[in-house]
């Protein structure tokens, strides 16, 4: 079980990977002048850490659990300041 979501995990790495490169390169090797290319790729990265920022944020959500267990239980006991 856990070797294909090795195998799986290992693929969609790889494709992003894949995807980032080839941006990358395509930018690079289009004809621009320097200081539009630097604002391009600079552009590029800020968007792309803002989209990963805000994937972790939802992966963290979705993988916390919604309720708490029946280990959790109010005793009665000190308020809660």
């Known amino acids: 079980m856990s070797t294909n979501n090795d195998n799986a995990a290992a ?3 790889a494709f992003v990977s894949g995807a980032v490169i080839g941006a990358t390169a ?3 090797l289009t004809p ?3 200081r539009e290319m630097r ?3 600079t552009g590029l990265g800020e968007t792309a850490a803002d989209r990963v920022k805000r994937l972790a944020r ?3 959500y979705r993988v916390t659990p919604k309720t708490r267990g029946a280990d959790y239980e109010y005793d009665g006991g000190d308020a809660w300041i």
């Open 11 to 13: 693929a969609v790495i």
């Open 26 to 28: 395509a930018l690079l």
């Open 32 to 34: 621009s002048p320097g």
């Open 39 to 41: 604002g391009k790729l």
């Open 58 to 60: 939802e992966a963290k």
